[in-house]
């Protein structure tokens, strides 16, 4: 397990656009699979964007306006999220697991959260 840091939520009108960051500690390969998951108030938590060596997975709902990348020097993982709307208001969660995405295996490092506001 890495330690994960998010930062960059923040308040925003609907349109407007966020960057979250996660900081990891601890070793990260390329295969390992990282991620952003949210959740909102009354509801399940969601997976938004998934990426590991082999690429990137994104939720429908945010398909074309999100991005996922990663910086494995750094060992950063960053969503840039653009033409957000009311409905992406949510807890944001960075999360990691060492193994490829394709495996599916349950993520078992979890970040603290970092709250998303999109007011219309």
């Known amino acids: 397990q890495v330690q994960l840091v998010e930062s960059g939520g923040g308040s925003v009108q609907a349109g407007g656009s966020l960057r979250l960051s996660c900081a990891a500690s601890?070793?990260?390969?390329?295969?390992?699979?990282m991620g952003w998951f949210r959740q909102a108030p009354g509801k399940e938590r969601e997976a938004v964007a998934r990426?590991?060596?082999?690429?990137?997975i994104y939720a429908e709902s945010v398909k074309g306006r999100f991005t996922i990348s990663r910086d494995l020097a750094n060992k950063t993982v960053i969503l840039q999220m653009d033409r957000l709307n009311v409905a992406d208001t949510a807890m944001y969660y960075c999360?990691?697991?060492?193994?490829?995405?394709?495996?599916?295996?349950?993520?078992?490092?979890w970040g603290q959260g970092t709250q998303v506001t999109v007011s219309s």
């Open positions: 999360a990691a697991v060492a193994r490829p995405c394709s495996a599916r295996v349950p993520f078992d490092s």
């Open positions: 601890g070793v990260i390969y390329s295969w390992d699979c």
């Open positions: 990426v590991d060596y082999s690429g990137t």
